[in-house]
């Protein structure tokens, strides 16, 4: 029990102690709304990574959650303002290309047998492309709607709010968390990460967890790209390039095993937020430069992963696995 | 080489793709394949095109043999970046052409050093030590800048991106140079034998006798080379710094090249040439689109549709289900884990 949620512990505990750490150098950092900003400005990488995790957990990445984002995000620039079609029919239908869209590249990953990183790869290079095919100027989306839905939000006292992305963190978090540990599909997901061969033996049907995999990140970076085009309030080819590494970082950093089959979706969610924590650190601070943000985050991914692999080391150890070649 | 001959029929693909590639090039436009000299160095459209396209084909060079082992180099963009930065930077301080590009290929060197013990002594998975520094290296470039676009004014360094040599340009002669330096390295040696049996299985490799952590290392060390001269010939091309943008998304482009050349995401069987004639191809076709008058947005779509076709050639899937020219033997796919007969 221990071994699964060591890797979850360790990350809550850098997150906490990360934040302990701000409060007591900034006063003002240990309030509720630093706190709902922490969550909204992190929320549509969070909810993308939400989705990279399924896609880690069964063995695979997938390399097109940026890019996707950016499509959605122009997407329903040009439905809005240009096509004139409401919001929320827009929304439907970003979700449902989101969905689509990772469907397609799970039966291609699937049925033709070939490397996920490849295929999403030229996922990524179709996504931003049909984007930039689109428009490549930053088109502004002006309707009503939008202001009505970037004012809903939970407020607290001290002017503290949790707006609407956050709650859509925390809601598609809380459905992870459901879907990953008390499902089927969710352990149908462990079962190919932790070896392909075997759950086909078993009777895990692989080409319908492949393909719903792959369409639960692809709907997750659409909500995450409707989440963006509410944050900036406009659709931009070129936008939430490279947050498919951010997500992916933010999956390592939180305890899952790149090689799938070992994690847990909260990790994750620490993950994103230890990021988003950084980063808040380093506006805070204002004399540090952005780039220290980088190299932070690279040095807190080494840590991650060589913590992870010693972890590993010695549980098969004591298990009495032959080491890996 | 021995494999000379049957190397030669087994690339027709690439080669035909790049012949169609220029002749709808010169379709296109006429004026495609004329070269003329000028102040001592040759310009044309096909001169840019080898021009343009020697950093992918740079770091192309170096991640066919990473992906040779089954591995992959996400930081090959980031390490442009470094080494741009760093000649820059020192050029710009005042030191000597040497110690400038010495500094620069050392700090390829050791980026490759990281990444290599990553991989073969700590033995985490590729893509995820090479993110690391993906990540990193683009934070440590800035700081070299110190998050400024440093321009520098030397025509010593000035002319290894935008100089000539013979009258030909200097980044195809140093791209030449170095794929006729590796080739030597790794075909008239076993190191390319030994490369491709790490790919294979390391494990057997490793029990047969080849020093597996040393061949890993070897192989990100010279990647990360690669991607240094890479990094000079774009930064002296701009004759500045940009540690944001300076070979932003190559790492993709480059592994794009080497799959298009044919070699296997799987591991094992490498062709370096290949490599670099899959390099062309992208550049032939991104010179095409905007010689055509396309806009430039339709590259990448053009670019996705190439890796599709290409991938699903090469698809164990399919190559088991279409029959196969002349009696050869159809691939077998690498098993995942050995199959057991249930008893």
Redesign the interface.
């Known amino acids: 029990m221990i071994q699964r949620f060591l890797p979850l512990i360790v990350t809550m505990a850098v997150l906490v102690v990360g934040f302990l750490l701000c409060a007591a150098q900034f006063p003002n950092f240990a309030s509720l709304r630093v706190v709902g900003n922490l969550l909204t400005d992190n929320a549509f990488v969070g909810i993308a990574a939400a989705g990279m995790t399924f896609v880690i957990l069964s063995g695979g990445?997938d390399l097109s959650v940026g890019a996707v984002i950016g499509f959605t995000t122009v997407l329903l620039a040009v439905l809005i303002e240009q096509a004139g079609i409401h919001p929320m029919v827009a929304f439907a239908l970003a979700l449902i290309v989101g969905a689509g869209f990772g469907a397609a590249m799970g039966a291609?990953i699937h049925?033709?047998?070939?490397?996920p990183?490849?295929?999403t790869?030229?996922?990524?290079?179709?996504a931003?492309?049909?984007s930039?095919?689109l428009t490549?100027d930053s088109l502004p989306i002006n309707h009503p709607l939008y202001s009505d839905l970037n004012e809903v939000a939970w407020r607290f006292s001290g002017g503290g709010r949790l707006s609407l992305p956050a709650m859509l963190l925390l809601g598609v978090f809380a459905l992870s968390m459901l879907l990953a540990h008390w499902t089927r599909f969710g352990a149908n997901i462990y079962a190919l990460g932790g070896?392909?061969?075997?759950a086909e033996?078993m009777g895990v049907p692989v080409a319908r967890t492949t393909v719903g995999v792959y369409a639960l990140s692809g709907l997750l970076a659409g909500l995450a790209g409707i989440v963006f085009s509410l944050y900036t309030g406009a659709g931009y080819s070129l936008a939430a390039t490279g947050v498919e590494?951010d997500t992916?970082?933010a999956v390592?950093i939180g305890g899952t095993q790149?090689?799938g089959g070992y994690g847990l979706v909260l990790g994750t969610f620490g993950g994103v937020l230890i990021q988003g924590l950084i980063q808040t650190y380093i506006t805070f601070d204002g004399t540090m430069?952005?780039?220290?943000?980088?190299?932070a985050?690279?040095?807190l991914?080494?840590v991650f992963?060589?913590l992870q692999?010693g972890l590993l080391a010695v549980w098969s150890d004591r298990d009495g696995d032959p080491a890996?070649? | 080489m021995s494999l000379s001959l049957s190397g030669s029929t087994r690339n027709l693909p690439q080669y035909g793709a790049l012949v169609a590639v220029l002749l709808a090039n010169w379709l296109l436009f006429p004026d495609f394949f004329s070269i003329r000299l000028q102040d001592g160095r040759l310009f044309g459209s096909l001169v840019d095109v080898m021009n343009r396209g020697a950093p992918v084909a740079l770091l192309a060079i170096g991640m066919t043999m990473v992906i040779a082992t089954r591995g992959v180099d996400l930081s090959v963009g980031a390490i442009m970046a470094i080494s741009g930065a760093i000649a820059a930077t020192m050029t710009q301080a005042g030191w000597g052409l040497s110690a400038v590009l010495a500094a620069s290929l050392a700090s390829g060197l050791l980026c490759g050093l990281w990444n290599g013990v990553l991989v073969a002594v700590l033995r985490i998975q590729p893509i995820i030590a090479t993110l690391i520094l993906m990540v990193a290296g683009r934070g440590i470039a800035q700081l070299v800048t110190e998050g400024q676009i440093v321009t520098f004014v030397s025509p010593d360094l000035a002319a290894i991106g935008s100089g000539s040599f013979l009258t030909v340009p200097m980044p195809v002669v140093l791209t030449v140079a170095v794929l006729g330096l590796t080739a030597l390295l790794v075909r008239m040696t076993a190191l390319g034998l030994m490369i491709e049996s790490v790919g294979v299985n390391r494990l057997s490799s490793a029990y047969a006798g080849v020093n597996t952590p040393v061949i890993l290392i070897a192989v990100y060390v010279w990647c990360g080379l690669c991607a240094a001269v890479a990094g000079l010939i774009v930064t002296a091309d701009i004759r500045g710094a940009d540690a944001n943008n300076a070979g932003l998304w190559l790492e993709l482009d480059a592994i794009l090249a080497v799959v298009v050349g044919g070699t296997s995401l799987l591991g094992g069987r490498f062709g370096l040439l290949m490599s670099v004639v899959g390099a062309a191809i992208l550049q032939a076709m991104n010179t095409g689109i905007l010689l055509s008058g396309f806009k430039p947005e339709f590259n990448l779509i053009v670019k996705a549709a190439v890796l599709l076709v290409v991938l699903l050639a090469q698809s164990p899937a399919l190559t088991t289900l279409l029959p196969r020219p002349r009696g050869a033997q159809p691939i077998k796919p690498h098993p995942v884990a050995p199959k057991r007969t249930t008893p």
């Open positions: 990445i291609v049925w033709f047998q070939m490397p990183f490849i295929v790869l030229a996922g990524m290079f179709i931003r492309g049909v930039f095919v490549t070896n392909r061969h075997s033996l590494l992916i970082t390592v790149l090689t430069s952005s780039w220290w943000t980088k190299i985050i690279g040095v991914l080494f992963i060589l692999k890996e070649a």
